[in-house]
């Protein structure tokens, strides 16, 4: 299959964007303890920018969830592949996203945690969204931008696990 890849977001607006999170999550935690654990594979870039920019303790464990394979679109079937090392109960806990777009895989870790973690808190935080793709309806306390409905890669995320090291956000285009 032929594609082509164009730029959507450039290093700089993403990286600005990720300091402005930053400083809404150091400010609405203030200084509390948070542990920010991020959903496996796409989440990783994302996730160590953005703990370098907070300023309150930050924990950091992760997740291995999936409902794309090696598909351009969810599957929908969501499958938790690692679970979180740390006990998790009575803490403030941040779940970090690469992307949401359906929705469906993020339901599923939200009532997964809420069901199963014990934590104090519970909010969530994604670099993009597909508002227009969504099937369920979720609150997204932190959002990077939000995209069109597009194939995106870079800055962690990937097409066929290609293109994660991206330091933008493009899209693919197929021909």
Do not use: W
Request: proline letters at 2%; aromatic letters at 10%; glycine letters at 6%.
């Amino acid at each position: 299959m032929n594609y082509r890849i164009e730029n959507l977001i450039d290093r700089k607006t993403v990286e600005n964007r990720i300091k402005e999170l930053a400083k809404q999550i150091e400010k609405d935690y203030a200084g509390e303890e948070v542990y920010c654990v991020g959903l496996l594979k796409g989440s990783v870039v994302f996730l160590s920018d953005l703990v370098k920019e907070i300023n309150t303790p930050v924990i950091i464990d992760f997740m291995s969830v999936s409902s794309y394979g090696s598909e351009t679109v969810s599957s929908g079937d969501v499958k938790i592949l690692k679970d979180t090392d740390l006990d998790l109960r009575g803490k403030h806990v941040l779940i970090v996203e690469d992307i949401i777009d359906t929705g469906l895989t993020l339901e599923h870790v939200i009532r997964y945690f809420k069901e199963s973690k014990g934590v104090k808190t519970l909010k969530t935080c994604t670099l993009l969204s597909k508002p227009e793709r969504r099937k369920v309806n979720i609150d997204i306390d932190y959002v990077g931008f939000d995209v069109p409905d597009k194939f995106v890669i870079g800055y962690g995320l990937d097409y066929d696990q290609k293109y994660r090291n991206l330091p933008y956000i493009a899209v693919v285009v197929f021909e």
